[in-house]
């Protein structure tokens, strides 16, 4: 195991996939806090304005979280799609298959290194948030503050468990699909859409008496974990805790059924 | 290894699930320390049995034993190198830190790379881009990558594929190479002249059946002489009292006689000492194309 662990890592590491979607999130955090910070001072006649407040470093865990999800959640699912997909195209699915360790042992390495790269985009994430409150505070000549450690790494944990479980959609049709094109395409449309479109149909039914089928779709779990860091807007159906459970569960679900499919299926 | 039988299947036999019976029944055996070529044209199903026996697919019904386990075993896997149809290797990775990557999942000493490295000639080239890389030298490195493990039984399915022709000379001198000693190597190939160079035994598949499994020797047939002559009703009959009747077969007009070809200037004394006039007399070896056609039902040239 440590040694396929050792083996996804060295082929990872310099992967484009994760590099270029690690340091396009990281660029679109720093855009987030520069476009906030111009409107901020430019409100014109939005309906909610930007709180210069929001921007500062004791706010940026809720900050941060707003770039996570959906953007982060929708590049996790096109890494993942590309991570389990391009080993058909390429023909490297047959190459570790021949080697010692057995299909389930390579898909356990592969799931523990895309899990370890979920958690460095998520780190990114936050080490680019930070800074750049402290960018936003230091030109305000705002006192720089940071909010208390357990709140810092519960807001990690959070993104990184939305990442994972959205890595491992993509990650599951990358390897029924066996191509990631067709696999992160259908992948976003179902984050930015369908999800979306099916639980309000759901919610609609029977003046909402099947509300909480709507509550085990996967992001509507996400979105849920997230409100819970600022209760004040706080309106989910969805605890936390279940958030965290459900989850879990999808992401648990999504590795075990990739799995199964990796073994039974021929490689051909 | 114990057992001298390396690779063993019995009623192999593979069917997708479109209908199509790519593999049918086969009985194949490959004795260690041999170079055994798998022969067979486009499409005949030699790529799915060397996948059956790696792992890779499963058979429909039928057994395989490779390197004393069943097919996918990591126990046999472990003993086991293999080039399958195209190398699949990371584009965007050198071919060292490519090879570095299957050390790594085989459980090798990163020591070995630079070693196989060195034995397919690709160490001044292996910082490049696999994806910048030849076809000639993705093969190479195919083969490098299943020479990682320093394996009992190698699997090569067209090695020489996509090359040019020095690139098959120097792949075939490879193959012979690391054919030396112990180590076995099962060979895939539709070119005939390959085969007949580089292996010890052949097995013949066609349409999934396996229709011939000999030493090439066995397979191209004794060795004679072929006998041109007027009249040839008369140079049958002197030639039957020399040989008896059972050594003559008549063939497009020649008379095919199974003796040494040294008995040539024999031959050729009695036949002119009856009268007879002989156009012809040489050495027959029947040539592994010939066999092959026989076997396969092609037809030579189409």
């Known amino acids: ?268 | 290894m114990e057992n001298t039988t390396v690779v063993e299947t019995h009623s192999l036999t593979k069917r997708y699930g479109s209908g199509v019976l790519a593999v049918d029944s086969v009985d194949m055996s490959v004795q260690r320390g041999e170079v055994y070529g798998f022969l067979g044209p486009n499409g005949a199903g030699k790529t799915t049995t060397l996948r059956m026996l790696v792992g890779l697919i499963r058979p429909t019904s039928g057994t395989a034993t490779v390197a004393g386990q069943a097919p996918g075993h990591p126990n046999g896997l472990k003993r086991i190198g293999s080039l399958i149809e195209s190398p699949g290797f990371y584009p965007y990775l050198s071919g060292r830190e490519n090879l570095r990557v299957v050390a790594d999942l085989a459980g090798v000493n990163q020591r070995r790379v630079d070693e196989v490295l060195d034995v397919v000639e690709l160490g001044t080239r292996a910082h490049r881009k696999f994806g910048t890389y030849s076809t000639g030298m993705k093969q190479r490195l195919g083969v490098a990558a299943a020479l990682l493990k320093d394996p009992d039984l190698l699997i090569l399915d067209e090695p020489t594929n996509g090359l040019d022709p020095q690139g098959m000379a120097e792949m075939r001198k490879l193959i012979k190479d690391i054919g030396q000693g112990d180590r076995t190597v099962l060979l895939s190939s539709h070119l005939l002249g390959e085969v007949e160079q580089i292996c010890d035994r052949v097995g013949v598949i066609s349409n999934g059946k396996l229709v011939k499994q000999s030493t090439v020797q066995e397979l191209l047939g004794e060795e004679g002489v072929l006998v041109r002559a007027q009249p040839i009703d008369q140079a049958n009959e002197i030639l039957s009292r020399m040989f008896g009747a059972d050594a003559i077969t008549r063939q497009d007009g020649a008379l095919h006689l199974k003796t040494r070809p040294a008995q040539s200037m024999e031959i050729n004394r009695q036949l002119v000492a009856a009268g007879i006039g002989v156009s012809e007399l040489r050495p027959f070896e029947r040539s592994l194309e010939e066999v092959f056609f026989q076997l396969t039902g092609e037809k030579q040239g189409s």
């Open chain 1, 1 to 268: 195991m440590i040694a396929t662990i050792r083996a996804e890592w060295r082929k990872s590491r310099f992967r484009p996939a994760f590099l270029i979607g690690t340091g396009l999130l990281g660029a679109l955090t720093v855009l987030a806090y520069g476009v906030n910070w111009y409107l901020a001072h430019h409100p014109g006649s939005a309906e909610r304005p930007v709180s210069i407040l929001s921007l500062y470093p004791d706010q940026f865990v809720a900050t941060v979280l707003g770039a996570g999800f959906p953007l982060g959640a929708a590049m996790a699912i096109v890494v993942g799609a590309i991570y389990a997909g391009s080993e058909f195209g390429w023909g490297t699915l047959k190459t570790m298959f021949t080697q010692r360790p057995g299909r389930l042992t390579v898909w356990a390495g592969r799931m523990t290194v895309f899990a370890a790269w979920m958690l460095i985009m998520t780190l990114v994430l936050f080490a680019i948030g930070a800074a750049s409150s402290v960018v936003v505070a230091t030109f305000e000549s705002h006192v720089i503050t940071w909010p208390a450690a357990i709140d810092v790494a519960k807001g990690i944990g959070a993104i990184w468990l939305i990442f994972t479980v959205n890595g491992a959609i993509g990650m599951a049709l990358g390897v029924l699909i066996k191509q990631p094109a067709a696999a992160l395409g259908v992948g976003l449309v179902y984050l930015l859409s369908v999800e979306i479109i099916a639980v309000r149909f759901v919610d609609a039914l029977n003046n909402g008496a099947y509300k909480w089928i709507g509550n085990l779709f996967v992001n509507q779990n996400a979105s849920a974990l997230l409100q819970s860091f600022t209760p004040a807007r706080n309106a989910s159906a969805i605890s936390a805790e279940q958030a965290v459970i459900v989850l879990a569960a999808y992401g648990i679900g999504l590795v075990v059924i990739a799995a199964g499919l990796l073994r039974l299926r021929d490689v051909t």
